[in-house]
Protein backbone atom coordinates (compact mmCIF):
# COMPACT_ATOMS: atom_id res chain seq x y z
CA UNK A 1 0.00 0.00 0.00
CA UNK A 2 2.33 2.75 1.03
CA UNK A 3 4.64 1.63 -2.74
CA UNK A 4 1.42 2.63 -4.19
CA UNK A 5 1.23 5.50 -2.95
CA UNK A 6 4.92 6.20 -3.03
CA UNK A 7 4.99 5.45 -6.97
CA UNK A 8 1.58 7.82 -7.36
CA UNK A 9 3.39 10.40 -5.55
CA UNK A 10 6.32 10.40 -7.97
CA UNK A 11 3.85 10.36 -10.74
CA UNK A 12 2.26 13.81 -9.88
CA UNK A 13 5.51 15.19 -9.36
CA UNK A 14 6.76 13.95 -12.68
CA UNK A 15 3.14 15.52 -14.18
CA UNK A 16 4.09 19.22 -12.34
CA UNK A 17 7.33 19.08 -13.17
CA UNK A 18 6.21 18.44 -17.19
CA UNK A 19 3.62 21.41 -16.86
CA UNK A 20 5.80 23.75 -15.51
CA UNK A 21 8.60 22.63 -18.15
CA UNK A 22 5.95 23.85 -20.46
CA UNK A 23 4.76 26.45 -19.00
CA UNK A 24 8.41 27.82 -18.98
CA UNK A 25 8.73 27.19 -22.65
CA UNK A 26 5.43 28.86 -24.03
CA UNK A 27 6.54 32.08 -21.91
CA UNK A 28 10.49 31.75 -23.18
CA UNK A 29 8.53 31.77 -27.00
CA UNK A 30 6.50 34.47 -26.12
CA UNK A 31 8.67 36.64 -25.03
CA UNK A 32 12.19 35.61 -26.70
CA UNK A 33 11.54 38.86 -28.68
CA UNK A 34 10.95 41.28 -25.40
CA UNK A 35 14.33 42.58 -25.22
CA UNK A 36 14.17 46.33 -25.43
CA UNK A 37 13.89 48.45 -28.23
CA UNK A 38 15.97 50.41 -30.29
CA UNK A 39 14.70 53.26 -32.36
CA UNK A 40 15.51 56.05 -34.90
CA UNK A 41 15.16 59.57 -33.44
CA UNK A 42 16.43 62.80 -35.27
CA UNK A 43 17.22 66.06 -33.41
CA UNK A 44 14.54 68.80 -33.83
CA UNK A 45 16.59 71.33 -35.55
CA UNK A 46 15.93 74.89 -37.26
CA UNK A 47 15.82 75.38 -40.62
CA UNK A 48 14.23 77.25 -44.52
CA UNK A 49 11.05 75.63 -45.14
CA UNK A 50 9.31 76.34 -47.98
CA UNK A 51 5.18 74.96 -48.49
CA UNK A 52 4.23 75.02 -52.56
CA UNK A 53 0.85 73.55 -54.36
CA UNK A 54 1.56 72.09 -57.63
CA UNK A 55 0.03 72.38 -60.95
CA UNK A 56 0.59 71.80 -64.59
CA UNK A 57 -0.75 74.52 -66.98
CA UNK A 58 -0.76 75.70 -70.51
CA UNK A 59 1.65 78.56 -71.90
CA UNK A 60 -0.15 81.58 -73.48
CA UNK A 61 0.22 84.79 -75.09
CA UNK A 62 -1.36 87.83 -72.72
CA UNK A 63 -2.69 88.97 -76.05
CA UNK A 64 -3.24 86.48 -78.53
CA UNK A 65 -5.78 87.72 -81.61
CA UNK A 66 -7.42 85.62 -84.27
CA UNK A 67 -7.37 86.82 -87.57
CA UNK A 68 -10.54 86.18 -89.91
CA UNK A 69 -12.15 87.31 -92.87
CA UNK A 70 -15.87 88.96 -93.18
CA UNK A 71 -16.01 87.92 -96.87
CA UNK A 72 -15.74 84.86 -98.87
CA UNK A 73 -13.31 84.47 -101.77
CA UNK A 74 -10.15 82.95 -102.86
CA UNK A 75 -6.78 83.85 -101.55
CA UNK A 76 -5.05 85.87 -104.08
CA UNK A 77 -2.10 87.32 -101.94
CA UNK A 78 -0.40 85.80 -98.84
CA UNK A 79 2.48 88.63 -97.59
CA UNK A 80 2.91 87.09 -94.29
CA UNK A 81 3.94 83.02 -92.79
CA UNK A 82 4.38 81.38 -89.52
CA UNK A 83 6.61 83.41 -86.83
CA UNK A 84 6.24 86.91 -89.26
CA UNK A 85 6.47 89.93 -87.24
CA UNK A 86 3.56 92.24 -88.47
CA UNK A 87 2.51 95.76 -87.21
CA UNK A 88 -0.86 96.98 -86.55
CA UNK A 89 -2.79 97.80 -90.14
CA UNK A 90 -0.85 95.87 -92.19
CA UNK A 91 -1.99 94.10 -94.94
CA UNK A 92 -1.71 90.16 -94.02
CA UNK A 93 -2.91 88.44 -97.00
CA UNK A 94 -6.10 89.97 -100.08
CA UNK A 95 -8.89 88.05 -100.92
CA UNK A 96 -9.99 87.72 -104.86
CA UNK A 97 -11.25 91.37 -105.63
CA UNK A 98 -13.53 90.75 -108.68
CA UNK A 99 -16.55 90.05 -107.49
CA UNK A 100 -16.73 92.78 -104.64
CA UNK A 101 -15.25 95.11 -107.31
CA UNK A 102 -18.07 94.32 -109.30
CA UNK A 103 -20.71 95.01 -106.52
CA UNK A 104 -19.14 97.94 -105.87
CA UNK A 105 -19.66 99.39 -109.82
CA UNK A 106 -23.09 98.40 -110.07
CA UNK A 107 -23.61 100.06 -106.91
CA UNK A 108 -22.11 103.06 -107.76
CA UNK A 109 -24.16 103.26 -111.20
CA UNK A 110 -27.76 102.35 -108.98
CA UNK A 111 -26.72 105.44 -107.38
CA UNK A 112 -26.32 107.43 -110.27
CA UNK A 113 -29.60 106.57 -111.62
CA UNK A 114 -31.08 107.19 -108.29
CA UNK A 115 -29.49 110.75 -108.34
CA UNK A 116 -31.33 111.38 -111.84
CA UNK A 117 -34.80 110.69 -110.93
CA UNK A 118 -34.19 112.52 -107.99
CA UNK A 119 -33.66 115.49 -110.52
CA UNK A 120 -36.69 114.73 -112.47
CA UNK A 121 -38.53 114.73 -109.25
CA UNK A 122 -37.88 117.42 -108.05
CA UNK A 123 -37.70 119.56 -111.61
CA UNK A 124 -41.44 118.09 -111.56
CA UNK A 125 -42.42 118.93 -108.17
CA UNK A 126 -41.08 122.54 -109.01
CA UNK A 127 -43.85 123.33 -112.18
CA UNK A 128 -46.44 121.33 -109.70
CA UNK A 129 -46.14 123.84 -107.37
CA UNK A 130 -45.91 126.74 -109.05
CA UNK A 131 -49.06 125.45 -111.50
CA UNK A 132 -50.53 124.99 -107.17
CA UNK A 133 -50.04 128.46 -106.31
CA UNK A 134 -51.85 129.62 -109.82
CA UNK A 135 -54.46 127.34 -108.98
CA UNK A 136 -54.09 125.60 -112.38
CA UNK A 137 -53.61 122.05 -110.67
CA UNK A 138 -55.47 120.42 -107.92
CA UNK A 139 -54.26 119.60 -104.21
CA UNK A 140 -54.22 116.16 -104.63
CA UNK A 141 -51.60 116.85 -108.00
CA UNK A 142 -49.62 118.84 -105.75
CA UNK A 143 -49.53 116.16 -102.86
CA UNK A 144 -48.67 113.54 -105.25
CA UNK A 145 -45.42 115.53 -106.57
CA UNK A 146 -44.35 116.00 -103.69
CA UNK A 147 -44.62 112.81 -102.24
CA UNK A 148 -42.82 111.45 -105.05
CA UNK A 149 -39.68 113.36 -104.75
CA UNK A 150 -39.54 112.58 -101.18
CA UNK A 151 -39.47 109.07 -102.72
CA UNK A 152 -36.68 109.89 -105.08
CA UNK A 153 -35.15 111.44 -102.06
CA UNK A 154 -35.26 108.35 -100.11
CA UNK A 155 -33.91 106.12 -103.26
CA UNK A 156 -30.57 108.16 -103.22
CA UNK A 157 -29.75 107.55 -99.95
CA UNK A 158 -30.23 103.96 -100.23
CA UNK A 159 -28.20 103.54 -102.71
CA UNK A 160 -25.42 105.44 -101.63
CA UNK A 161 -25.89 103.03 -98.30
CA UNK A 162 -25.56 100.08 -100.95
CA UNK A 163 -22.46 101.38 -102.60
CA UNK A 164 -21.41 102.23 -99.19
CA UNK A 165 -21.54 98.84 -98.43
CA UNK A 166 -20.41 97.52 -101.29
CA UNK A 167 -16.90 99.31 -100.75
CA UNK A 168 -16.62 98.02 -97.09
CA UNK A 169 -17.10 94.41 -98.33
CA UNK A 170 -14.31 95.56 -100.75
CA UNK A 171 -12.03 96.79 -98.36
CA UNK A 172 -12.55 93.71 -96.29
CA UNK A 173 -10.93 91.91 -99.00
CA UNK A 174 -7.38 93.26 -97.51
CA UNK A 175 -7.06 91.57 -94.78
CA UNK A 176 -5.01 93.50 -92.16
CA UNK A 177 -3.05 93.16 -88.64
CA UNK A 178 -5.13 94.61 -85.83
CA UNK A 179 -2.40 94.38 -83.28
CA UNK A 180 1.38 94.62 -83.42
CA UNK A 181 2.73 91.18 -82.82
CA UNK A 182 4.15 87.74 -84.60
CA UNK A 183 2.01 85.50 -86.27
CA UNK A 184 2.10 82.21 -84.34
CA UNK A 185 -0.42 80.21 -86.78
CA UNK A 186 -1.70 80.30 -90.63
CA UNK A 187 -4.34 78.50 -91.33
CA UNK A 188 -4.78 79.07 -95.00
CA UNK A 189 -3.01 78.41 -98.53
CA UNK A 190 -2.61 80.40 -101.40
CA UNK A 191 -5.06 79.70 -103.72
CA UNK A 192 -7.86 78.40 -101.05
CA UNK A 193 -11.08 79.22 -100.68
CA UNK A 194 -12.32 80.93 -97.29
CA UNK A 195 -16.27 81.31 -96.81
CA UNK A 196 -17.80 83.07 -94.12
CA UNK A 197 -21.66 82.36 -94.46
CA UNK A 198 -22.28 80.73 -91.09
CA UNK A 199 -19.24 82.17 -88.88
CA UNK A 200 -15.81 83.88 -89.05
CA UNK A 201 -13.09 81.43 -90.58
CA UNK A 202 -9.83 82.18 -88.81
CA UNK A 203 -6.92 83.03 -91.25
CA UNK A 204 -3.77 83.95 -88.97
CA UNK A 205 -3.06 83.81 -85.04
CA UNK A 206 -1.38 86.87 -83.89
CA UNK A 207 0.50 86.93 -80.29
CA UNK A 208 0.66 90.63 -79.44
CA UNK A 209 3.87 90.43 -77.58
CA UNK A 210 5.92 87.05 -76.83
CA UNK A 211 8.07 88.55 -74.34
CA UNK A 212 5.22 88.81 -71.56
CA UNK A 213 3.29 84.96 -71.30
CA UNK A 214 0.72 83.70 -68.98
CA UNK A 215 0.56 80.39 -67.57
CA UNK A 216 -2.83 79.11 -67.22
CA UNK A 217 -2.87 76.32 -64.65
CA UNK A 218 -5.77 73.97 -63.29
CA UNK A 219 -5.28 74.24 -59.38
CA UNK A 220 -7.53 71.43 -57.14
CA UNK A 221 -10.25 72.96 -54.91
CA UNK A 222 -8.42 71.76 -51.84
CA UNK A 223 -5.04 73.99 -52.54
CA UNK A 224 -6.75 76.98 -54.35
CA UNK A 225 -7.83 78.54 -50.52
CA UNK A 226 -4.00 79.14 -50.22
CA UNK A 227 -3.13 81.02 -53.17
CA UNK A 228 -2.83 84.77 -53.24
CA UNK A 229 -2.13 87.01 -55.96
CA UNK A 230 1.43 88.19 -56.54
CA UNK A 231 2.99 84.84 -54.48
CA UNK A 232 6.30 83.67 -56.42
CA UNK A 233 5.90 81.09 -59.06
CA UNK A 234 8.78 78.34 -59.62
CA UNK A 235 8.27 76.10 -62.90
CA UNK A 236 9.71 73.58 -65.06
CA UNK A 237 8.98 73.08 -68.86
CA UNK A 238 10.08 69.67 -70.92
CA UNK A 239 12.35 71.41 -73.36
CA UNK A 240 14.60 73.08 -70.59
CA UNK A 241 14.25 70.39 -67.90
CA UNK A 242 17.30 71.68 -66.08
CA UNK A 243 16.20 75.26 -66.13
CA UNK A 244 13.84 76.82 -63.50
CA UNK A 245 11.66 79.57 -64.74
CA UNK A 246 10.11 82.28 -62.66
CA UNK A 247 6.54 83.89 -62.63
CA UNK A 248 3.74 85.12 -59.75
CA UNK A 249 0.08 84.96 -59.76
CA UNK A 250 -1.57 87.45 -61.66
CA UNK A 251 -5.36 86.17 -60.96
CA UNK A 252 -7.49 83.04 -59.41
CA UNK A 253 -10.43 83.09 -61.36
CA UNK A 254 -13.78 82.28 -59.77
CA UNK A 255 -15.54 80.61 -62.54
CA UNK A 256 -15.06 76.42 -61.35
CA UNK A 257 -13.67 73.69 -64.20
CA UNK A 258 -15.24 70.38 -63.36
CA UNK A 259 -13.96 67.63 -64.77
CA UNK A 260 -15.03 63.97 -63.97
CA UNK A 261 -16.19 65.46 -61.06
CA UNK A 262 -12.61 66.82 -60.02
CA UNK A 263 -12.84 70.12 -59.66
CA UNK A 264 -10.49 72.95 -60.46
CA UNK A 265 -9.69 76.74 -61.06
CA UNK A 266 -7.64 78.57 -63.64
CA UNK A 267 -4.94 80.20 -61.85
CA UNK A 268 -3.25 82.49 -64.00
CA UNK A 269 0.45 82.94 -63.65
CA UNK A 270 2.00 86.15 -65.68
CA UNK A 271 5.94 84.72 -67.18
CA UNK A 272 8.50 86.96 -68.68
CA UNK A 273 10.33 86.00 -71.24
CA UNK A 274 12.64 88.21 -72.33
CA UNK A 275 14.79 85.48 -74.49
CA UNK A 276 11.84 83.91 -76.04
CA UNK A 277 12.99 80.57 -74.20
CA UNK A 278 9.31 80.02 -73.59
CA UNK A 279 6.60 79.43 -76.56
CA UNK A 280 2.63 79.31 -77.07
CA UNK A 281 1.29 75.80 -76.25
CA UNK A 282 4.57 74.37 -74.05
CA UNK A 283 3.20 72.61 -70.79
CA UNK A 284 4.39 73.75 -67.64
CA UNK A 285 5.07 71.98 -63.69
CA UNK A 286 4.26 74.82 -61.75
CA UNK A 287 5.24 75.07 -57.96
CA UNK A 288 3.31 78.18 -56.24
CA UNK A 289 4.90 78.91 -52.90
CA UNK A 290 2.25 79.65 -51.02
CA UNK A 291 4.65 80.23 -47.56
CA UNK A 292 7.76 79.99 -46.79
CA UNK A 293 9.74 80.46 -43.10
CA UNK A 294 13.22 80.80 -43.06
CA UNK A 295 14.32 79.57 -39.44
CA UNK A 296 11.16 77.01 -38.94
CA UNK A 297 11.40 74.82 -35.79
CA UNK A 298 10.98 71.11 -38.24
CA UNK A 299 10.47 67.85 -37.77
CA UNK A 300 10.84 64.98 -40.21
CA UNK A 301 7.34 63.80 -41.64
CA UNK A 302 8.01 60.42 -40.59
CA UNK A 303 8.37 61.03 -36.60
CA UNK A 304 4.43 62.59 -37.33
CA UNK A 305 3.38 58.55 -39.16
CA UNK A 306 5.40 56.68 -36.00
CA UNK A 307 3.37 54.80 -34.54
CA UNK A 308 4.71 52.95 -31.52
CA UNK A 309 4.58 48.92 -31.35
CA UNK A 310 3.09 46.95 -28.90
CA UNK A 311 5.57 45.64 -26.93
CA UNK A 312 6.87 49.50 -26.78
CA UNK A 313 7.71 51.01 -23.02
CA UNK A 314 5.81 54.29 -23.03
CA UNK A 315 5.85 56.97 -20.44
CA UNK A 316 2.35 58.61 -19.55
CA UNK A 317 1.66 61.22 -16.96
CA UNK A 318 -0.31 58.50 -14.86
CA UNK A 319 2.15 55.53 -12.96
CA UNK A 320 4.51 54.88 -15.55
CA UNK A 321 5.32 52.96 -18.11
CA UNK A 322 4.65 49.16 -18.48
CA UNK A 323 5.08 46.63 -21.07
CA UNK A 324 2.94 47.16 -24.11
CA UNK A 325 1.21 49.77 -23.24
CA UNK A 326 0.17 52.61 -21.49
CA UNK A 327 -3.01 54.28 -18.98
CA UNK A 328 -4.35 55.47 -22.32
CA UNK A 329 -5.07 54.60 -25.98
CA UNK A 330 -3.85 58.35 -27.35
CA UNK A 331 0.02 57.23 -25.38
CA UNK A 332 -0.13 53.86 -26.64
CA UNK A 333 -0.25 54.76 -30.03
CA UNK A 334 -3.18 53.13 -30.85
CA UNK A 335 -6.00 55.88 -30.63
CA UNK A 336 -6.31 58.81 -32.96
CA UNK A 337 -3.65 60.76 -34.15
CA UNK A 338 -5.00 64.54 -33.46
CA UNK A 339 -6.81 65.14 -30.75
CA UNK A 340 -10.88 65.64 -31.55
CA UNK A 341 -11.79 69.60 -32.67
CA UNK A 342 -8.10 70.66 -32.55
CA UNK A 343 -7.05 71.46 -35.82
CA UNK A 344 -3.45 70.95 -36.43
CA UNK A 345 -2.68 69.11 -32.74
CA UNK A 346 -0.67 65.79 -33.56
CA UNK A 347 0.91 63.66 -31.00
CA UNK A 348 5.30 62.60 -31.82
CA UNK A 349 6.97 61.00 -29.40
CA UNK A 350 10.55 61.59 -28.21
CA UNK A 351 13.30 59.80 -26.06
CA UNK A 352 12.87 59.66 -22.65
CA UNK A 353 16.89 59.54 -22.08
CA UNK A 354 19.88 59.32 -24.59
CA UNK A 355 20.62 56.19 -24.99
CA UNK A 356 18.12 55.10 -27.73
CA UNK A 357 16.91 52.34 -26.30
CA UNK A 358 15.03 53.72 -23.28
CA UNK A 359 10.76 54.55 -22.62
CA UNK A 360 8.76 56.63 -25.55
CA UNK A 361 7.35 59.97 -24.03
CA UNK A 362 4.27 60.96 -26.07
CA UNK A 363 4.52 65.00 -26.48
CA UNK A 364 1.54 66.82 -28.10
CA UNK A 365 2.63 69.00 -31.17
CA UNK A 366 0.81 72.15 -32.98
CA UNK A 367 2.21 71.91 -36.63
CA UNK A 368 2.71 74.33 -39.66
CA UNK A 369 3.85 74.55 -42.87
CA UNK A 370 5.12 71.54 -44.51
CA UNK A 371 6.71 70.79 -47.95
CA UNK A 372 6.24 67.43 -48.23
CA UNK A 373 9.52 65.83 -46.32
CA UNK A 374 9.38 67.94 -42.96
CA UNK A 375 6.51 69.99 -41.08
CA UNK A 376 7.31 72.92 -39.30
CA UNK A 377 6.83 72.45 -35.68
CA UNK A 378 5.06 76.01 -34.25
CA UNK A 379 4.33 74.77 -30.52
CA UNK A 380 5.24 71.45 -28.47
CA UNK A 381 8.68 70.70 -28.85
CA UNK A 382 12.51 71.98 -28.56
CA UNK A 383 15.78 72.69 -30.75
CA UNK A 384 17.61 69.93 -29.62
CA UNK A 385 15.04 67.28 -28.67
CA UNK A 386 15.17 63.92 -30.40
CA UNK A 387 11.89 62.78 -31.85
CA UNK A 388 11.56 58.94 -32.79
CA UNK A 389 10.68 57.99 -36.45
CA UNK A 390 11.09 54.82 -36.84
CA UNK A 391 11.68 51.68 -34.60
CA UNK A 392 15.62 50.05 -35.23
CA UNK A 393 14.92 46.11 -36.30
CA UNK A 394 17.86 43.95 -34.87
CA UNK A 395 18.78 40.52 -36.64
CA UNK A 396 17.00 38.58 -33.91
CA UNK A 397 13.44 40.69 -35.12
CA UNK A 398 14.23 40.39 -38.48
CA UNK A 399 14.91 36.21 -38.17
CA UNK A 400 11.81 36.50 -36.37
CA UNK A 401 9.65 38.59 -38.93
CA UNK A 402 11.13 36.61 -41.76
CA UNK A 403 10.10 33.56 -40.31
CA UNK A 404 6.61 34.10 -39.30
CA UNK A 405 5.13 36.98 -40.91
CA UNK A 406 1.65 36.49 -40.42
CA UNK A 407 2.36 36.49 -36.22
CA UNK A 408 1.46 32.69 -35.91
CA UNK A 409 2.17 29.70 -37.51
CA UNK A 410 1.57 28.41 -41.19
CA UNK A 411 0.21 24.94 -42.21
CA UNK A 412 0.00 23.84 -45.58
CA UNK A 413 -3.50 22.47 -45.87
CA UNK A 414 -3.32 18.24 -47.07
Request: some cysteine; aromatic content about 6%.
Amino acid sequence: MSEKSSGGGWKWMLIAMLLAAGAAGIYFFRHRHSEPLSYNAVAVARGELTATVTATGTLNPVVNVTVGSQVSGRIARLYVDFNSPVTKGQVLAEIDPSTYQAAVEQAGADLANAKANLELQNAQFERNRKLFQDKLVSGSDYDVALATLHSADAMVKIKQASLSNAMVNLNYCKIVSPVNGVVISRAVELGQTVASSFNTPTIFQIANDLTKMQIDSNVAEADVGGILETQSVDFTVDAYPTRTFHGEVAQVRNSPITVNNVVTYDTVISVTNSDYKLKPGMTANVSIIVAHREDALKIPNAALRFRPPDSALILTNAAGAGPGGATNDVAAGKGPRRAKGQRGLRTVYVLADETGTAMLKPVPVKTGITDGIFTEITEGLKEGEKVVSSVVQTDAQNATAGANPFGGGFQRPH
